[in-house]
């Protein structure tokens, strides 16, 4: 995950400035948004959304509980040696079981993405109240193997700094 630099500034000016200054920049930074009243929708940025962040979760653990939740069906239905879908004979019975499984692992899939909470969403949900009190946010994504410009990031005097996405 690529590094992310969240800079808060309580002057709309300084941030017009900071921006200008970092677009001007050799090699320029991969992305620069600013984030407040009269710019983008703090909704609208993928990298700031609880809820995008929850969504790519589930499907990431629905790509494991899918086939776990499928074969533990499948185990389930042949060691009980219960016949609820005889109807469907010999092989159908375990394959039903199976699928029933999978549909389970798809359902815990949605409830350990929502139970997961991780410490970027507490740092995103700090930038989310500095946004609320009046603040500009100025997300930049320096180019890969660039470290940010911090002495032209101090130089705007921001609130606050915060990285995301660090490895």
Request: proline residues 7%; glycine residues 8%.
């Amino acid at each position: 995950m690529a590094l992310i630099v969240v800079v808060v500034l309580d002057d709309r000016k300084r941030l017009d400035s900071l921006r200008e200054k970092l677009a001007a920049m050799d090699p320029a930074p991969l992305r620069i948004v600013a984030i407040g009243e009269g710019e983008t929708d703090l909704a609208s940025v993928d990298r700031l959304n609880p809820s995008t962040a929850r969504r790519q979760r589930q499907k990431t653990m629905a790509r494991w509980l899918l086939p776990f939740g499928f074969l533990a069906g499948l185990t389930f239905t042949q060691i009980t040696e219960l016949h609820t879908f005889d109807a469907l004979g010999p092989w159908g019975q375990p394959v039903i079981g199976g699928l029933l499984g999978m549909g389970s692992g798809w359902m815990g899939s949605f409830a350990a993405a929502a139970s997961v909470a991780s410490e970027e969403d507490d740092r995103i949900r700090i930038l989310r109240n500095r946004l609320n009190e009046g603040n500009w946010l100025l997300l930049l994504e320096p180019a890969p193997g660039n470290e940010p410009p911090w002495p032209l990031i101090q130089q705007a005097r921001p609130k606050a700094v915060v990285r995301l996405g660090e490895d």
